[in-house]
């Protein structure tokens, strides 16, 4: 762990020495088993609470398949927890004047077979943005199984790599570092990376 220096804010050096190593997650499929057994749900209850299929809740608790952001947004509003809570078995702070600092390579990893998110600002719950750092690593439309559509607004902001961002109702559009995109949440969209090496975005999602 790097030493704080002269001129480092006292605040960060704090975060340094109590933040989680890097490298940890929560495990999604074993947090998704607790809220079912708190509830006292099976799996087809809950595929009724979050319009998901008893057989891909199955799926995700044995850890054999990584869901889309669309999945576990449904999960959830079904669940009626912040998307974060979904990542953390403790929730964190929900009072005004709040605020989190996240350090470089820190976060919550959720992997997907196209993307591999970084949630950002985990301790807050109920925030009315989700902020993450996003490697893309589909390389072409075939990757997706199916495109990610969902409620709210997003806006992507490139800051390695290139992309193609893609959406219904509009023409592809080759985002390089420094370019970004805001959008409509319900339209279908997908992005993948056209640079040798995976893009890098930010990406933003309202709740």
């Not at 600092?101 to 919550?108: S, V």
């Not at 750092?133 to 806006?155: C, M, N, P, Y």
Request: aromatic content about 8%; overall charge negative.
């Amino acid at each position: 762990m790097p030493p704080r220096t002269a001129d480092e804010p006292e605040i960060l050096g704090a975060v340094r020495q109590s933040k989680r190593p890097r490298t940890e997650g929560f495990h999604l499929g074993r947090r998704l088993h607790q809220l079912r057994r708190e509830r006292g749900m099976t799996l087809e209850d809950a595929g009724r609470l979050t319009s998901l299929a008893a057989s891909t809740l199955s799926k995700i608790e044995n850890d054999q398949m990584s869901p889309t952001f669309d999945v576990v947004q449904k999960l959830a509003l079904g669940f009626d927890i912040d998307i974060t809570e979904l990542f953390a078995s403790n929730t964190g702070q929900d009072a005004a004047g709040r605020r989190s600092i996240t350090l470089a390579g820190a976060g919550r990893p959720m992997e997907t077979p196209v993307y591999n998110h970084r949630l950002i600002a985990v301790e807050l719950k109920h925030k009315k943005i989700l902020p993450f750092v996003t490697t893309i690593k589909a390389r072409s439309l075939e990757d997706f199984k199916t495109w990610s559509q969902h409620s709210g607004e997003e806006f992507l902001y490139v800051l390695e790599g290139e992309i193609c961002f893609q959406t219904e109702h509009y023409e592809p559009a080759i985002l390089g570092v420094g370019d970004s995109v805001y959008i409509d949440s319900s339209m279908q969209h997908a992005a993948y990376s056209t640079s040798e090496q995976d893009a890098v975005v930010l990406w933003v999602n309202t709740g």
